[in-house]
């Protein structure tokens, strides 16, 4: 695995159902909520962030952000760049 998860639970939940009642801290709300980060390069991580009211998964990776609906296509789009940070 070349990846580090850090919220198991809600990166469980993730793969299997909706999110929508996940809690966030405060903190959380400004900043997200981290779920996995790339162990070779920490400025690549997967998180679950609130907009407008709705939870959405984003990709981070050095300045750059992309926001996605639904967990396929975040989880789809954060191992291809993991593909490419160990290659």
């Known amino acids: ?3 580090r998860i850090f919220n198991k639970q809600v990166f ?3 793969q299997l159902r909706s999110v929508s009642d996940v809690a966030f801290t405060e903190e959380e709300l400004q900043i997200g909520m981290k779920l996995a980060v790339s162990k070779e390069d920490n400025t690549l991580a997967l998180y679950l962030v609130d907009v407008n009211g ?3 998964f984003e990709v981070r990776w050095d300045d750059s952000t992309e926001l996605f609906a639904g967990w396929n296509s975040a989880w789809e789009n954060f191992t291809w760049c993991l593909d490419v940070v160990s290659n």
């Open 54 to 56: 709705q939870k959405k």
């Open 12 to 14: 469980e939940q993730a």
């Open 1 to 3: 695995m070349n990846y």
